[in-house]
């Protein structure tokens, strides 16, 4: 699987979208991205996945570029139990996936 | 999605001993995993456990100290063999139905 680059940690401010990046430049054409998060103490939570095209669900918005080495995960409105551990992982849909975990970016929503 | 219970939610346990961990699935799903979080860490798999055969190990881990059992579709367990203080870990369980699900994880703190 491609190798993610996330930053450590970000603040946003409640009520403000939250914009977390994810650099995956060795992305191969079968790999989608997927993104997880893990607040405090909690099983990690999916939140959104794709392949080229953006995605959006009730959680999430997925903007994945052209070239398909980077994302952005916006969270439009963010409140404070948004405060999470927000992981990018890169994987080949499909059985017998494995989900490879970095250390992903501590996002804190400040009041 | 699938609902994922575990059991114990935590425990505290003597060096030495083995705790076996329970995960159940509300729905039959053929991929089921088991993941370690080291404190402060990120998730490591520690192996896919197989439905009538035994478990495949990711490397690092042995069947000898984290025996797999699957008996079914919808039931894993993990054991924590002569379990030392660093084995303190949250261990989860998960499974592959269009995604990867995850469990809320047991908390273990080896004395």
């Known amino acids: 699987d491609a190798k993610t680059t996330q930053p450590t940690s970000m603040d946003c401010a409640e009520g403000r979208a939250a914009n977390l990046p994810c650099n995956h430049s060795?992305?191969?054409?079968?790999?989608?991205v997927y993104w997880y998060r893990q607040i405090h103490s909690q099983g990690p939570q999916y939140i959104i996945h794709g392949l080229k095209n953006n995605e959006t669900n009730e959680m999430a918005s997925l903007i994945i570029t052209e070239d398909r080495k980077s994302s952005t995960l916006i969270l439009p409105h963010a409140t404070l139990r948004d405060t999470a551990v927000y992981y990018c992982i890169v994987s080949e849909s499909g059985s017998a996936r494995q989900l490879t975990f970095g250390s992903g970016t501590q996002l804190t929503v400040l009041p | 999605s699938a609902v994922i219970s575990q059991k114990p939610s935590r425990d505290i346990c003597q060096r030495g001993t083995s705790l076996t961990i329970q995960c159940q699935v509300d729905?039959?799903?053929?991929?089921m995993f088991w993941y370690r979080q080291q404190p402060g860490q990120s998730l490591t798999l520690i192996a896919t456990a197989n439905q009538g055969s035994e478990a495949t190990y990711e490397s690092g881990f042995v069947i000898d100290k984290f025996p797999i059992s699957r008996p079914n579709l919808t039931f894993s367990t993990l054991t924590v063999s002569n379990m030392s203080p660093e084995d303190s870990s949250i261990y989860l369980c998960?499974?592959?139905?269009?995604?990867?699900?995850f469990g809320p994880g047991t908390r273990l703190l080896v004395l």
């Open positions: 060795t992305i191969s054409g079968n790999e989608y």
């Open positions: 729905s039959q799903v053929t991929m």
């Open positions: 998960s499974v592959e139905e269009e995604t990867q699900y």
